[in-house]
């Protein structure tokens, strides 16, 4: 069985990751491989086409694939929130929160994630014509095998952007060279109230397998509930995947930004935040009218959610 992650050398789909490189798919009975699938809309396309089984990525960007959400369900949260982050160059000297930053400037963002920041600044009064904030992908960013964030953090080191939006490890790369500012960490409480349930890093599958292979689904949260365990039990084992994985100077970062995401990792999908990402999901166009939450996550799995 394959599980398909739009971004590797990141902390934003690790338990994922690290849910096969530690083993715990192994030890729930499942032999499940790993494929990297950029942009995100890619992978839900391979996840409806059958070309992969789960996909972990950001919630929201199933209806890319699955309108209405029909045909996929969500399994289990990888962490609660929505977890990108807004960096501009250090140059124009933005401050934590201070999002007027922005104007007159281009950012950087993967398509489907771009979302999340267009709407964050709409509900914070920033207007992206008026204001002339260009939100685009980022030069570069389309190769396979690529790693957004850090391709993100080079480019606003070559100044072919004035900022990006991604990822924790992008973000870490350009704050260590000091070419970048963090301006938004909307986990840690930055921007707009709602925007924290824009969106969540999930596992997501299709309803017929959740139908045929019940017993598969209820594994898979398992292993994940198991991986969010050992990852709190002992953050060292981050650094054992990421030197696997990522290239040296990512491998030695990974524990430090896992150790910060820890708080966050609960595989529990509330009503609230459902009742959030839909809210977002109609503002941005991607979803008519409600779907209710048992059409939205798979529920009979609910009581697999916490460890123990």
């Known amino acids: ?89 250090k140059d124009f000297g933005g401050k934590r929160g201070d999002l007027s930053v922005v104007k007159g400037r281009s950012i950087g963002a993967a398509p489907w994630v771009d979302m999340g920041l267009r709407r964050l600044l709409i509900e914070a009064g920033i207007d992206l014509s008026r204001d002339q904030v260009k939100v685009a992908p980022v030069p570069g960013a389309q190769g396979a095998g690529v790693n957004f964030g850090v391709t993100a953090a080079k480019a606003l080191e070559e100044r072919k952007i004035d900022g990006f939006w991604a990822n924790g490890m992008g973000t870490e790369v350009a704050v260590r060279r000091a070419v970048g500012t963090v301006v938004l960490d909307v986990r840690r409480g930055d921007g707009p109230k709602p925007c924290f349930n824009y969106t969540m890093a999930s596992i997501a599958t299709t309803e017929q397998l959740i139908e045929r292979s019940p017993d598969v689904a209820s594994a898979v949260v398992r292993a994940m509930v198991k991986t969010q365990a050992a990852l709190k039990e002992n953050v060292a084992r981050a650094t054992e995947v990421g030197r696997k994985l990522f290239p040296p100077s990512e491998a030695e970062l990974i524990a430090e930004l896992i150790r910060r995401d820890l708080p966050y990792y609960d595989a529990s999908i509330s009503r609230s935040f459902v009742a959030g990402m839909n809210q977002f999901s109609r503002d941005v166009g991607i979803l008519s009218g409600d779907v209710p939450y048992e059409g939205i996550v798979a529920t009979q799995f609910s009581h697999l959610w916490k460890a123990g």
């Open 1 to 89: 069985m394959k599980l398909a992650v739009p971004d590797m050398i990141s902390n934003s789909y690790f338990p994922a990751i690290a849910a096969i490189e530690l083993g715990c798919f192994k030890q729930e009975g499942l032999d499940i491989s790993l494929e990297l699938i950029y942009p995100v809309d890619k992978c839900y396309a391979a996840l409806r086409e059958g070309t992969v089984d789960f996909v972990g990525g950001s919630a929201h960007s199933a209806l890319s694939a699955f309108p209405h959400w029909q045909g996929a369900k969500l399994l289990c949260a990888q962490g609660q929130g929505m977890y990108w982050f807004l960096v501009m160059h």
